[in-house]
């Protein structure tokens, strides 16, 4: 308790020696604060002493120079009546820029063994800044190299940032005149397909028979393709027999049963075939369509069919000839 009392009291001493005549900052009066306070008062002691041992030296020092200044004025004065009085205007320039040099140089006297080693460090010192510049002017002119670089590289990025503008300005055109395009296209797929319902709704109310179809001949048209060339290998084997002696009852019996399988056969594909023929033209006879939006759908579907019906009875009779 009573180090804590004596701590507060040279805090107190201290803070008004540090202040002096203006009055003390308020500060809360806690063992923290006090501490720190009273710790800050020893380094700033220890600080004080030192400092006065510096001055102390350095008037001592003063005292010894100018003792030994005053030794040398006599010593001169003595040996060649010299005094610093008598000297010229150029002569006390002189001394005084020899003292200046001194003092510049931080020489201990104004001696020529202390000049000489001042000058060497001072042109050492000279030789490195002239180096270190030399090397500041190389690494400027590289920066200045790359900065160039940089620039022209800048200038060819924004050359080529105005090319690729200019590049995508024409294809999003590009994209928008396709986009329309794609938009007619869809537009005219529609009409079509509204078109092609309208006509294969109109076809189916004439009667006309699904049979009747592209799809359809072509499915024939491949079957008896197909048929043909199955006979093919049967008429090769056929061959194989025409000049062996005929057997005249085994030959009846296999005439017998190829008119049952021939009668069997044209059974189906004429009849069949006949009755496409008479629908097609019965649809051919009737009159066209009063359909003003879909005229001209319905001539082309009639020329069509026409062409078909051309094909068609031709297709017939070489299937008639075939089945006969």
């Not at 306070?37 to 005292?63: F, G, M, P, T, Y």
């Not at 790359?146 to 050359?159: G, H, S």
């Not at 529609?190 to 076809?203: D, P, T, V, Y």
């Not at 649809?283 to 019906?309: I, M, R």
């Amino acid at each position: 308790m009573e180090a804590q009392e004596e701590k507060e009291a040279q805090v107190a001493a201290w803070l008004k020696k540090i202040f002096g005549d203006h009055p003390i900052p308020q500060y809360e009066v806690n063992p923290r604060t006090t501490e720190i306070l009273h710790h800050l008062s020893e380094r700033n002691r220890v600080r004080d002493r030192d400092v006065c041992l510096v001055i102390e030296d350095l008037k001592q020092k003063a005292s010894e120079y100018e003792s030994e200044a005053k030794h040398l004025q006599d010593l001169l004065m003595e040996s060649v009546n010299f005094s610093p009085a008598n000297l010229s205007g150029a002569g006390s320039r002189y001394l005084n820029a020899l003292v200046d040099s001194a003092v510049a140089l931080e020489t201990k006297d104004s001696s020529l063994a202390s000049f000489i080693p001042a000058v060497n460090d001072l042109t050492s010192d000279l030789f490195r800044t002239k180096s270190k510049n030399e090397e500041i002017k190389l690494e400027l002119a590289k920066l200045e190299k790359n900065l160039t670089a940089t620039l022209v590289l800048e200038k060819c990025l924004q050359e080529d940032l105005k090319k690729a503008e200019l590049h995508l300005s024409t294809e999003r055109a590009k994209v928008d005149h396709r986009l329309q395009n794609m938009d007619f296209l869809k537009a005219k797929s529609e009409e079509f397909r509204f078109g092609i319902k309208a006509a294969e709704e109109q076809l189916s109310t004439r009667g006309m028979d699904a049979s009747l179809s592209h799809q359809s001949l072509v499915a024939l048209s491949e079957k008896l393709a197909e048929l043909k060339r199955q006979t093919i290998p049967l008429k090769k084997k056929l061959e194989s027999y025409l000049d062996l002696m005929p057997n005249p009852s085994l030959a009846q019996v296999k005439i017998e049963e190829a008119k049952r399988e021939l009668v069997s056969s044209s059974s189906f594909f004429p009849s069949y075939f006949l009755k496409i023929k008479e629908k097609t033209l019965i649809w051919l006879q009737l009159p066209p369509p009063f359909f003003p939006s879909y005229s001209k759908v319905n001539h082309g579907l009639k020329a069509v069919v026409c062409h078909y019906h051309a094909f068609f009875n031709t297709f017939l009779d070489m299937c008639m000839c075939f089945f006969a």
